[in-house]
């Protein structure tokens, strides 16, 4: 059983900093790894990918401003938030799947066939 859990999320100003992690249990070949995000009443968005090879892709609003990496031996997942502004409000999932070349500009179609945490919220106020 493959099981996602993000952990970081929170409430923070305009101009701050926040990182998001993401622990995956269970073993699964899955290399797509990323996160989006959604915020109420908006569609879902993709946010940043990375792939086993560490070739990464972002959504274009965050670039310069997020980072995502990974921890291979700790199977751990995360997304570096600077200079967030109030629109990054959203719940954050991270998601992996198999298919890393469906990735782009922050989101993986392989995620369809995959899996994701239950999500943290991260709110941003002006």
């Known amino acids: 059983q493959v099981k996602l859990t993000e952990s970081g999320g929170g409430s923070v100003q305009a101009g701050e900093s926040m990182r998001l992690s993401c622990v995956t249990s269970?073993?699964?070949?899955?290399?797509?790894l990323g996160w989006y995000r959604q915020a109420p009443g908006k569609e879902r968005e993709g946010v940043a990918t990375?792939?086993?090879?560490?070739?990464?892709t972002y959504k274009a609003s965050v670039k310069g401003r997020f980072t995502i990496s990974q921890d291979i031996a700790k199977n751990t997942l995360y997304l570096q938030m600077n200079r967030l502004k109030p629109e990054d409000t959203a719940m954050y999932y991270c998601a992996r799947g198999p298919d890393p070349y469906t990735c782009r500009d922050g989101y993986c179609g392989g995620w369809r066939f995959g899996y994701r945490g239950q999500g943290t919220q991260v709110t941003v106020s002006p």
């Open positions: 990375i792939d086993d090879q560490g070739v990464t």
């Open positions: 269970g073993s699964t070949s899955s290399n797509a």
